[in-house]
Each structure stands twice: as C-alpha cells, then as structure tokens.
C-alpha cells in the first residue's frame, strides 16, 4: 500500500523545519548564503524536500483520476 497524503505531509513539514533549522544554525555562524549550494547536508535536506513536495503532487493526480467501474 501507497503513503496517504497525510503521512507525506507530515514528512513534508518535518523536513521542511529541518532545513530552517539548520540555515539558522548555519546564519549564527556567519556561514554565507551562496555556500549552501555546495553543502552536502543542506542538500540533501533540500532534496529531501523536494522528492515529498514531488510525492504529493503525484498522490494528488493519483486521486484525481476517475476509478474504473468493476463489471
């Protein structure tokens, strides 16, 4: 069985406050911004997200398309 759109929501917003953690952790060391492009942990906090954002927008189709009528 697939994940419900709930449970990768909630992923979503687990991984999302990860990566807002740690650039906060990263601006109190006066870390510069263009270098997060080239930190592995930021990116794959990054990826991370944006592999659940892909996720939803697929279960969201999913659900969209019309259920075929069993004869």
């Given at each position: 069985m697939?994940?419900?759109k709930e449970m990768?929501e909630?992923?979503?917003a687990?991984?999302?406050?990860?990566?807002k953690s740690y650039?906060?952790g990263?601006?109190?060391?006066?870390?510069?911004?263009?270098?997060?492009?080239?930190?592995?942990k930021?990116r794959?906090?990054n990826?991370?997200t944006?592999k659940?954002q892909?996720?939803i927008?697929?279960?969201d189709k999913?659900?969209?398309?019309?259920?075929?009528?069993e004869?």
């Amino acid at each position: 069985m697939g994940r419900t759109k709930e449970m990768v929501e909630n992923y979503l917003a687990l991984a999302t406050a990860q990566v807002k953690s740690y650039i906060t952790g990263l601006e109190k060391d006066k870390q510069d911004k263009k270098a997060l492009k080239h930190d592995p942990k930021w990116r794959k906090l990054n990826a991370e997200t944006k592999k659940l954002q892909r996720q939803i927008t697929f279960i969201d189709k999913r659900n969209a398309k019309p259920v075929k009528a069993e004869a």
